[in-house]
T-cell receptor, first 111, second 112 residues
Framework: DAGVTQSPTHLIKTRGQQVTLRCSPKSGHDTVSWYQQALGQGPQFIFQ???????QRGNFPDRFSGHQFPNYSSELNVNALLLGDSALYLCASRSGSDTQYFGPGTRLTVL | AQSVSQHNHHVILSEAASLELGCNYS??????LFWYVQYPGQHLQLLLK??????LVKGIKGFEAEFIKSKFSFNLRKPSVQWSDTAEYFCAVIGNTDKLIFGTGTRLQVFP
């Protein structure tokens, strides 16, 4: 049983560009959350998707958007990239109110 | 707003020493509490969790944590650490918003 998977592993972009990160949840999980982990910090909640809708959102600008597909996989899109968007982006999934399981993350570097 | 404080940013111990990492949260209602660990080069893994019931919870690898509601604390303990416990440890809380809020983490280094 595969856990949470994310792609790509690493990504390098330049300021102003747009990026899409992908997440496949653990089998049986229907809720996906995204987090940003800057270097030396704890993960910061970006948003949560359930039934293809954004259910919760953290303090992130509208440049950060997402999508959930019918198979529960999810995408995180970031527009107009800034240097400060450089971070590890984590996806987590769960079923109902159970514990969240995290993926390995995508390391985004913005030059 | 809910928040989590981890006061120990970097802890250095020798093998067999005892460990206690502090975690305080700022929410007065019902909470679910977690400790996650991030080993070097690996993804976040759940160590233990508290939802309700016995405030002393046991997790994997000999870790335990005690929920003290009056102190808004959920400290992590291990009686005897090993070199393999070297990692980053994160305390996290879910309150009424269903958002998992993390502390800034504690880096633990264990020397043989």
């Amino acid at each position: 049983d595969a856990g949470v998977t994310q792609s790509p592993t690493h990504l390098i972009k330049t300021r102003g560009q747009q990026v899409t990160l992908r997440c496949s949840p653990k089998s049986g999980h229907d809720t996906v959350s995204w987090y940003q982990q800057a270097l030396g910090q704890g993960p910061q909640f970006i948003f949560q998707y359930y039934e293809e809708e954004e259910r919760q959102r953290g303090n992130f600008p509208d440049r950060f958007s997402g999508h959930q597909f019918p198979n529960y996989s999810s995408e995180l899109n970031v527009n107009a990239l800034l240097l400060g968007d450089s971070a590890l982006y984590l996806c987590a999934s769960r079923s109902g109110s159970d514990t969240q399981y995290f993926g390995p993350g995508t390391r985004l570097t913005v030059l | 707003a809910q928040s989590v404080s981890q006061h120990n940013h970097h802890v250095i111990l020798s093998e067999a020493a005892s460990l206690e990492l502090g975690c305080n949260y700022s929410y007065g209602g019902t909470v679910n509490l977690f400790w996650y660990v991030q080993y070097p080069g690996q993804h976040l893994q759940l160590l233990l969790k508290y939802f309700s019931g016995d405030p002393l919870v046991k997790g994997i690898k000999g870790f335990e944590a005690e929920f003290i509601k009056s102190k808004f604390s959920f400290n992590l303990r291990k009686p005897s650490v090993q070199w393999s416990d070297t990692a980053e440890y994160f305390c996290a809380v879910i309150g009424n918003t269903d958002k998992l809020i993390f502390g800034t983490g504690t880096r633990l280094q264990v020397f043989p």
